[in-house]
Protein backbone atom coordinates (compact mmCIF):
# COMPACT_ATOMS: atom_id res chain seq x y z
CA UNK A 1 0.00 0.00 0.00
CA UNK A 2 2.32 1.81 0.95
CA UNK A 3 4.37 2.01 -2.83
CA UNK A 4 0.67 2.90 -4.50
CA UNK A 5 0.53 6.15 -2.22
CA UNK A 6 4.38 6.90 -3.14
CA UNK A 7 3.41 5.96 -6.88
CA UNK A 8 0.38 8.25 -6.86
CA UNK A 9 1.91 11.01 -5.04
CA UNK A 10 4.80 10.94 -7.83
CA UNK A 11 1.46 11.07 -10.44
CA UNK A 12 -0.38 13.76 -8.78
CA UNK A 13 0.78 16.22 -11.56
CA UNK A 14 0.51 14.67 -14.50
CA UNK A 15 -2.54 14.03 -17.08
CA UNK A 16 -2.88 10.40 -16.65
CA UNK A 17 -3.10 10.34 -12.67
CA UNK A 18 -6.66 9.90 -12.83
CA UNK A 19 -6.06 6.67 -14.88
CA UNK A 20 -3.78 5.65 -12.27
CA UNK A 21 -6.16 6.62 -9.65
CA UNK A 22 -9.38 4.74 -10.99
CA UNK A 23 -7.15 1.32 -12.22
CA UNK A 24 -5.60 1.50 -7.92
CA UNK A 25 -9.31 1.84 -6.92
CA UNK A 26 -11.76 0.27 -9.32
CA UNK A 27 -9.55 -2.64 -10.89
CA UNK A 28 -10.84 -1.76 -14.47
CA UNK A 29 -9.09 -3.09 -16.92
CA UNK A 30 -6.53 -0.57 -18.92
CA UNK A 31 -8.70 -1.01 -22.24
CA UNK A 32 -11.97 0.25 -20.22
CA UNK A 33 -10.08 3.43 -18.33
CA UNK A 34 -9.63 4.65 -21.58
CA UNK A 35 -12.54 4.39 -23.18
CA UNK A 36 -14.66 5.94 -20.14
CA UNK A 37 -16.96 8.60 -21.05
CA UNK A 38 -18.28 11.06 -18.84
CA UNK A 39 -21.80 10.29 -19.56
CA UNK A 40 -20.72 6.81 -17.69
CA UNK A 41 -20.71 8.65 -14.69
CA UNK A 42 -23.15 8.52 -12.27
CA UNK A 43 -22.18 11.65 -9.78
CA UNK A 44 -25.04 11.88 -7.62
CA UNK A 45 -25.18 8.09 -7.19
CA UNK A 46 -21.50 7.32 -6.87
CA UNK A 47 -21.65 4.93 -9.96
CA UNK A 48 -19.56 4.27 -13.27
CA UNK A 49 -21.08 2.08 -15.70
CA UNK A 50 -18.27 -0.18 -18.01
CA UNK A 51 -19.82 -0.46 -21.62
CA UNK A 52 -16.79 0.97 -24.27
CA UNK A 53 -13.10 -0.15 -24.19
CA UNK A 54 -10.34 1.08 -26.62
CA UNK A 55 -8.55 -1.29 -28.32
CA UNK A 56 -5.27 -1.91 -27.34
CA UNK A 57 -2.65 0.25 -28.81
CA UNK A 58 -4.89 1.79 -30.83
CA UNK A 59 -6.74 4.90 -30.54
CA UNK A 60 -10.30 2.77 -31.46
CA UNK A 61 -13.28 2.95 -29.38
CA UNK A 62 -15.25 -0.21 -29.02
CA UNK A 63 -18.90 -0.21 -28.34
CA UNK A 64 -18.77 -2.91 -26.10
CA UNK A 65 -16.32 -4.65 -23.24
CA UNK A 66 -14.45 -7.72 -23.65
CA UNK A 67 -17.14 -10.07 -22.67
CA UNK A 68 -20.54 -9.64 -21.51
CA UNK A 69 -19.55 -10.25 -17.71
CA UNK A 70 -17.09 -7.22 -18.10
CA UNK A 71 -20.35 -4.81 -18.88
CA UNK A 72 -21.44 -3.32 -15.46
CA UNK A 73 -21.75 -0.80 -12.71
CA UNK A 74 -19.19 0.04 -10.28
CA UNK A 75 -19.85 1.46 -7.34
CA UNK A 76 -17.54 4.63 -6.58
CA UNK A 77 -15.78 5.92 -3.10
CA UNK A 78 -16.24 9.40 -2.24
CA UNK A 79 -12.54 9.98 -2.55
CA UNK A 80 -12.74 8.58 -5.96
CA UNK A 81 -15.53 11.06 -7.38
CA UNK A 82 -13.66 14.05 -5.87
CA UNK A 83 -10.93 13.28 -7.74
CA UNK A 84 -12.76 12.77 -11.17
CA UNK A 85 -14.44 16.31 -10.26
CA UNK A 86 -11.06 18.07 -10.23
CA UNK A 87 -9.83 16.34 -12.79
CA UNK A 88 -12.70 17.47 -14.94
CA UNK A 89 -12.06 21.11 -13.83
CA UNK A 90 -8.66 20.10 -15.68
CA UNK A 91 -9.72 18.64 -18.89
CA UNK A 92 -12.45 21.80 -19.11
CA UNK A 93 -9.52 24.23 -18.97
CA UNK A 94 -7.34 22.21 -21.46
CA UNK A 95 -10.54 22.05 -23.73
CA UNK A 96 -10.50 26.17 -23.56
CA UNK A 97 -6.81 26.00 -24.02
CA UNK A 98 -7.25 23.77 -27.29
CA UNK A 99 -9.88 25.82 -28.70
CA UNK A 100 -11.28 24.31 -32.32
CA UNK A 101 -8.93 21.86 -32.45
CA UNK A 102 -10.20 20.39 -29.05
CA UNK A 103 -12.13 16.82 -30.45
CA UNK A 104 -14.76 15.68 -27.45
CA UNK A 105 -15.40 12.48 -27.70
CA UNK A 106 -16.61 12.88 -24.05
CA UNK A 107 -13.51 10.82 -22.51
CA UNK A 108 -12.45 11.10 -19.36
CA UNK A 109 -8.41 10.16 -19.83
CA UNK A 110 -7.98 11.58 -23.50
CA UNK A 111 -4.63 13.69 -24.69
CA UNK A 112 -4.78 17.71 -24.77
CA UNK A 113 -7.00 17.87 -27.76
CA UNK A 114 -9.62 15.38 -26.67
CA UNK A 115 -8.66 12.31 -28.73
CA UNK A 116 -8.67 8.91 -27.88
CA UNK A 117 -5.33 8.12 -26.24
CA UNK A 118 -3.26 5.26 -27.21
CA UNK A 119 -2.66 2.52 -24.64
CA UNK A 120 1.26 2.68 -25.29
CA UNK A 121 1.85 6.50 -23.98
CA UNK A 122 0.00 5.32 -20.95
CA UNK A 123 2.18 2.56 -20.35
CA UNK A 124 5.50 5.01 -21.17
CA UNK A 125 4.36 7.25 -18.54
CA UNK A 126 3.72 4.27 -15.95
CA UNK A 127 7.36 3.34 -16.00
CA UNK A 128 8.87 7.05 -16.45
CA UNK A 129 6.76 7.76 -12.90
CA UNK A 130 7.47 4.19 -11.33
CA UNK A 131 11.06 4.86 -11.96
CA UNK A 132 10.83 8.64 -10.44
CA UNK A 133 9.44 6.97 -7.32
CA UNK A 134 11.39 4.82 -7.31
CA UNK A 135 9.28 2.03 -6.40
CA UNK A 136 9.03 -1.60 -7.75
Not at 47 to 65: C, K, W, Y
Not at 76 to 104: C, F, M, P
Not at 116 to 124: G, M
Request: charged fraction near 25%; include cysteine; glycine fraction near 2%.
Amino acid sequence: MRELNVFLWSARETRYQIAFFIAAWTGMRQSEILGMRWKDIDFDNKMLRVVQTLRHNSTELISTTKTKASNRNIALSDQTIEALQKHRRRQIKERLHAGEVYNNHDLVVCTAVGTPLNSRNLNRALYNLIKKAKIK
